[in-house]
């Protein structure tokens, strides 16, 4: 199945094995039972390229000096701890019924994490996608009520199938938004957090990730991006006001990145400069409130 998934949904596969990596670890920051077999040896062999980006032949492989890449494992131990828990106090208020990932990637939050019964669960996703990991968790259950939507997001139906498949607008909703907006445009992001905006009712919560314009340019992360462009995905979008766009589109938002205190689990590397430090990168981590 995976020879079916191609440039941006490859990506996916890295996000597993790089959950499966973390997993492994005994310091670990959740635990993801399901990330190696989603991943497979396809998912592996594409994080053992990141891990060449993040640590040149010329750094030490015992301290990692000379590192001059941002952690991708750290990065993605965190942000998948931080949004876990953004979706699980979000599962605990008795109005909210939905949770809505889009996209769904390879993600097993609804196999791995224990949600509270009143909870109906959406994964939208590319078909490739989500059948590539219906196949590798054929045999387990999911802890949750989950319809699947299988579709692109930049369909100009899937709303429809959203709704046909339970979801309700009118109802209480959480979204998250991960590892989506890095490789949008500009005009397909505002695009599609209008398209969201318009099926969440006031008060439902938002989450999502996305990097500054920094992080598109910067010398120091050039060997990542070039390994993103290689592999026909690469980082389109950034913003260095993730507050004023979401705000745009009708979204009451804090952003935080790694490394702030409600971020970081003494697992990010590098230092966090204020944000009235201009030209650095930055990642943030979008979370809040449908207007």
Avoid at 71 to 86: E, V
Avoid at 216 to 244: I, N, Q
């Amino acid at each position: 199945m995976t020879g079916h998934l191609v440039a941006v949904e490859r990506t996916a596969l890295l996000t597993a094995a790089l959950r499966a990596a973390e997993t492994a670890r005994e310091d670990r920051l959740y635990e993801d039972p399901y990330a190696a077999r989603l991943a497979g040896e396809e998912g592996m062999q594409l994080l053992m390229q990141i891990r060449e980006a993040s640590h040149p032949k010329s750094a030490d492989a015992d301290t990692g000096t000379d590192r001059d890449l941002p952690s991708t494992p750290d990065y993605n131990a965190i942000r998948t701890r931080f949004l876990d828990d953004f979706l699980r106090r979000a599962a605990q208020d008795p109005a909210m019924r939905q949770i809505v990932l889009a996209p769904a990637g390879l993600d097993s939050r609804a196999h791995r994490l224990d949600w509270p019964s009143h909870i109906r669960y959406f994964e939208v996703d590319r078909p490739a996608v989500l059948a590539h990991k219906e196949e590798r968790l054929k045999d387990v259950e999911p802890r949750v009520d989950l319809r699947t939507i299988a579709v692109d997001l930049t369909a100009p139906d899937w709303e429809q199938e959203l709704i046909a498949a339970g979801y309700d607008p009118e109802q209480p909703s959480t979204w998250l938004l991960e590892g989506l907006l890095y490789y949008l445009t500009g005009d397909d992001t505002h695009r599609i957090l209008d398209r969201v905006a318009a099926l969440m009712d006031p008060g439902s919560r938002i989450a999502a990730d996305l990097v500054n314009e920094a992080a598109l340019t910067s010398p120091d992360m050039r060997g990542l991006l070039d390994v993103f462009a290689g592999w026909d995905c690469p980082w389109l979008f950034g913003t260095d006001e993730p507050e004023a766009l979401f705000a745009a589109h009708g979204f009451t938002v804090e952003a935080t990145q790694p490394g702030e205190p409600a971020a970081d689990h003494g697992r990010w590397p590098d230092p966090v400069p204020d944000r009235s430090v201009t030209g650095v990168r930055r990642v943030f981590f979008v979370h809040g409130r449908r207007s």
